[in-house]
């Protein structure tokens, strides 16, 4: 660790595309938490005014709003990375700059006071996180768990504080956790694994860092008492199957493409081609029986082949 006594050295890293007021929230809001040595933030190249706000927190700067306190940093990208090139961009960059730990958000959540104090009351793990609840209300989880040891799906924060009281007093669920929404990652592990997967752009790329980070033996889990409220992103799963399962349908063909494309390859190099060809199958059923779309389906092809070829360029065609 960095000579800062027994204290490790945390910098938070938060990535951002035009969302500027929100932003603003989330800077306001870690300005007043204590442990924060710098606050990096990457600019995926935004055109909303984001990249000139940032100039002005710089010291001396021209119109600078006098909060030197907020010890930011900012780096605007040449052009929009996605949150998968923004993060990798963003762990590197700590890493540079001497972190010890780091602590990945994006710019739409804020963590509550207390989040990181409870987060580092917990001992001897590499990749940590709280329980990410909807700020509209915070009994229920923006992200859906699939609690360890079975098949079995919460959206409450109660299960998810039923299963840490089940599992001990520490108040974990062990080999949990959601990442780049509040989550601390060891600079050990950074080293060990590499930094996020640029080339996923968006949907998936927290996914593969978590299995990453497990395939290498990280210590992993979500500590019940501690949270991070972010805006609700509605029903993450449309019901297929007769109810069976569910398909994570977005109207977004950028989003689609790249979901299709990451998923699969994640299945693959995680899971093996078993549960690869069974996304596929459930893609597959997905757009013929339950929302009927030849040209999703045919979307969802290319994506896939794309993927499998290695090709990670397709989504382009989707920005603008």
Known sequence: MTDQGDRPRILAVVVTYNRLALLQRLLERLD??????EVLVVDNASTDGTSEWLASLE???EGADGHPERRVVARTLARNTGGAGGFAEGVAWAVERGADLVWLMDDDGVPA???????????????WGPVVVDEADPRRLVFPIRLPG????VHDVEAVESAARRAGPDGLVEGIVIPFNGVLVTRELVERIGVPRAD???WGDDHEYRLRAEAAGARIATVAAARFLHPSVGSLGTPMMF????????????????MARNN?????????????LAFVAKTVWFYTFTRPSARRLRLSARAMYAGL????????RFLT
């Not at 006071?113 to 990749?127: G, S």
């Not at 079975?150 to 799906?153: A, E, L, S, Y």
């Not at 699969?264 to 190099?269: A, E, F, K, P, Y």
């Not at 070829?309 to 382009?316: I, K």
């Open 32 to 37: 007043t938490v204590a442990g924060v040595d």
């Open 59 to 61: 010291p001396g700067a």
């Open 113 to 127: 006071a207390d989040c990181l104090a409870r987060l580092l009351a917990v001992p001897d793990h590499d990749f």
């Open 150 to 153: 079975g098949t079995r799906v």
């Open 200 to 202: 996923f752009f968006i």
């Open 243 to 258: 109810g069976r399962t569910t398909y994570n349908n977005s109207p977004s063909d950028l989003k689609h493409y790249c």
């Open 264 to 276: 699969l390859v994640n299945q693959r190099d995680y899971n093996g081609w078993p549960h690869a």
């Open 309 to 316: 070829r290695g090709d990670f360029t397709g989504h382009e």
